[in-house]
């Protein structure tokens, strides 16, 4: 083979190489994987290719990468990855879920973002009953919740204690149902509610001696009427 033709031949192969995208940069990494089905698309499309092929990395949008990165963490239960989250709320939403799966309330420490703390925290309250991890929930609204949702659960009265005016009573009002202590009908702040609290356990026990004591004369004879049939 003439040298000319040499030459030619491998101008050939260098041009094809290159059209194929199989040439690599100076640092030896490959420009082009010609096994990549995502390359050809373009924008979200190829982004969202990437993230139902778990390849992360290639994502180019910062909250998508995010959630490919959460959910790979979860794939691969391990924690360590979470910290490759770039933004807050994804990496709490992250560190969150592995506090419950390892049921490892001191990761709800370290979690930056205020509201994945919480929820965090929350969860913990949920779980073991105990009134601590409400205290530690710091967005006013849902630590009270937390213990409005704990007093429920526990049929502790002491935790409606914290809650304001209206979801006090109510809380007070579902305790006494649950339980069936007319007792707790005198702690609601409104008197006319005791009465309706007092009806309330009558029917549900069956009871016709919790008639007896409701105050109001039209809510006894309800009572009585109800209980009679």
């Known amino acids: 083979m003439k040298p000319t033709t040499v030459i030619l031949v491998i101008a050939l192969v260098a041009i094809t190489l290159f059209a194929s995208g199989c040439l690599t940069n100076p640092t030896g990494s490959t ?5 990549d089905q995502c390359t050809a698309l373009e924008g979200g499309a190829k982004d969202n290719c990437y993230l139902e092929a778990g390849k992360c990395s290639k994502i180019t949008g910062t909250s998508l990468r995010d959630i490919c990165v959460v959910e790979l963490a979860k794939k691969k239960n391990d924690i360590t990855v979470c910290n490759l989250v770039a933004s807050a709320q994804p990496q709490g939403n992250c560190q969150n879920h592995f506090s419950q799966v390892m049921e490892d309330p ?3 420490d370290v979690i930056y973002d ?10 913990h309250a949920q779980r073991t009953h105990d009134p601590q991890f409400c205290s530690s929930v710091d967005t006013i609204d849902k630590q009270l919740g937390c213990f409005s949702d704990l007093a429920r659960v526990t049929n502790n009265v002491e935790y409606c204690a914290r809650l304001s005016y209206v979801n006090a009573d109510r809380c007070y009002y579902d305790i006494a149902i649950n339980t069936l ?4 009908c005198t702690k609601l702040r409104a008197p006319i509610n005791h009465d309706s609290c007092r009806l309330k356990i009558a029917k549900a026990s069956n009871n016709v001696a919790f008639c007896n004591i409701i105050n109001s004369n039209k809510v006894k004879a309800t009572c009585f009427e109800a209980l009679a049939q």
């Open 114 to 123: 205020i509201y994945w703390k919480d929820i965090c925290y929350f969860n």
């Open 106 to 108: 001191t990761i709800c």
């Open 31 to 35: 420009v082009v994987d010609p096994n």
């Open 181 to 184: 202590n007319v007792n707790l």
